[in-house]
């Protein structure tokens, strides 16, 4: 090890980018930061992740940016106005609600449901995946068997169900997203933890004594956690149209909730004069889906270089 | 040692029977499991209704004797798991129960909307695959270009987009505005006693009984529902067509064909595109279930009379029966593609054969 090596200043580029980190702290930010490079040399992913910060963002302070009140609206003067009308940026509703802060407060529904149907998901997924995978045997027969019997369900059709038999609500909702799309995670946290179960720093911590148990959840879902958020990031899209179906239908967040979906549904009355009302939140959906999307292309790319530009 | 040539072609021939014969033990489990995991989940579905099924029919206002009668007629007096064999049994055979709203028995109902549905989605998967597939080809020959971007942006918004949205505002365009396309629906109703389908697939009827100018209308109906799920399976197609494409053109066969003075047409369209085809084929399959799928929410905008209307309109009512019975039928017809696919795999690629 040269003396220049160790000389170089903390966080500069070039310790970043060393060969021979010194540290545990080096290597661990300097992967990071190529990983970063490789991701931001991808504009569409970095607009993806401008979208989703805007999201988080607007649910943050959808209190300090909605101009109006998105429950209660002016029933006596400002129903349905266009957009563009003085202080309605986006127009109203039927119930002479403001379009825009109903949007702002939407973004907090939006994110509430993909954030908990990914902390219910993906763990579940992760487990199934890796236990399957380490175990082998029958073990691993009966949850994939479990696992491809979810896989073959129709999900929009299985959480219309589930929700049917649930009663709407979007916390049911959630829920039945979350039960229909775990089990791709589960395959993949599977294929992850069989191309390394025989290798041998596995071998190694074995010898040492660790349990299964230990095996699993510090050896091997540490190392199955990046291309589950992939899949996770990408799958948010979905997620989202899903939520937003239900809303639609009407199976989703009720009313007078803000929701995007239910949003369209209400406006479908008046879509041939007031087409603004279904419109405006359609875009919304649109733009953070396709953000979610933009994002979770550029993560794979930038994570798993060899299937880049496929 | 040196065996026989016949001894070693029989050995042959026999590890090959036996391989297909592990196979195809292998495929009935699968399908069986499958099945049954449908079962059991529709199953307990339909028990975790909130609604006391007793209750909904004897009224809460019944005496105790006629609620316990009720309840032991039903079978809910029975353990759980003689329920769930109840319950199979009388779905394997058909029997999914009596539709409150329609008051015919489910599948019934379902057999008349069913071929609804697959017409549409039919439409839709032919629209994707005669589109995606050559613009996912132009996308990976032309790869980086300002087609395969354009290509790209198609399909991300195909991902992206609600697809019931897209579909209130293409009304507004094409029906309100241009008046291009029918009001939501299947037929006319002026053709509703003229026209008299025998298959269910009204386009196909049409046509065989020579009634164009129904063959029109029915057209006009179909164009804008039909075009949305091409839409979206056209997204999809296009963006797996371009991936198999590239691995294609990276092969070596591919250099050799341009050494030996192959016209790029005929590299891309007779060698590549044949070898890609093997797996798309399976990404056809799959998109037609999604557009059975993709229907729900298409038909509820367009008023298509098929399952997914079907589907819907029940969950409105609380008809527990007609939903759970519309899941099960859409979850076999998943089950039934993956199948279909998987065989056509086999027997479109000789090297999953020979292994």
Known sequence: MSIAETSLKPYSREWLLSDRPTSRRQARFGRAYIVWRRFAENRLALMGLVIILGLIFVAAFAGVLAPHDPVVGDLRNSRLLPLGSPGYLLGTDDQGRDILSRLLYGSRLTLLVV???????????????????????????????????????????????????????????????????????????????????????????????????????????????????????????????????????????????????????????????????????????????????????????????????? | MTLPETSVATRRNRRRASSFATSVLRFAVTVVTTIFGLLVVTFFIGRVIPIDPVLAIVGDRAPAHLYERTRIELGLNLPIYQQFFIYAKQALSGHFGTSVLTSNPVLEDIRRVFPATMELATIGTLIGSIVGVPLGVLAAVRRGSIADQIVRVIGLIGYSVPIFWLGLLSLVLFYAQLRWVAFPGRVDIVYEYSFTPQTGFYLLDAAMQGQWEVMWDLFRHIALPGGLLGYFSLAYISRMTRSFMLNELSQEYVVAARAKGLSETRIIWF?????????????????????????VLTETIFSWPGLGLYITNSLQNADMNAVLGGTLVIGAVFVGINIFSDLLYRTLDPRTRSR
């Not at chain 1, 990031?233 to 995007?260: K, N, R, S, Y």
């Open chain 2, 271 to 295: 060698h590549a595109l044949r070898n890609a085809a093997v797996p798309l084929v399976t990404v056809i399959a799959l998109s037609y279930a999604n557009l059975l799928e993709g229907s």
């Open chain 1, 115 to 310: 954030v908990l149907v990914a902390i219910i998901a993906a763990p579940i997924g992760l487990i199934v995946g890796t236990v399957s995978g380490y175990a082998g045997g029958w073990i691993d027969a009966v949850l994939m068997r479990i696992t491809d019997i979810f896989l073959a369900f129709p999900k929009l059709v299985l959480a219309l169900a589930l929700v049917a038999a649930l009663g709407p609500g979007i916390e049911n909702a959630i829920l039945a997203i979350a039960v229909t799309s775990w089990p791709p995670y589960a395959r993949i946290a599977r294929a992850e933890t069989m191309t390394f179960r025989n290798s041998e720093f596995i071998a190694a911590v074995k010898l040492m004594g660790a349990s299964p148990f230990r095996i699993v959840l510090r050896h091997v879902m540490p190392l199955c956690i990046s291309s589950l958020i992939v899949r996770v990031t990408l799958d948010m899209a979905g997620i989202i149209l899903t939520a937003a179906g239900l809303g639609f239908l009407g199976l989703g967040a009720q009313p007078p909730l803000p929701e995007w979906g239910a949003m369209i549904a209400s406006g479908r009355r008046f879509i041939l004069d007031q087409w603004w009302v279904a419109a405006m939140p359609g875009f919304a959906i649109l733009i953070v889906s396709l953000g979610f999307n933009l994002l979770g292309d550029g993560l794979r790319d930038a994570l798993d270089p060899k299937e880049a530009g496929q």
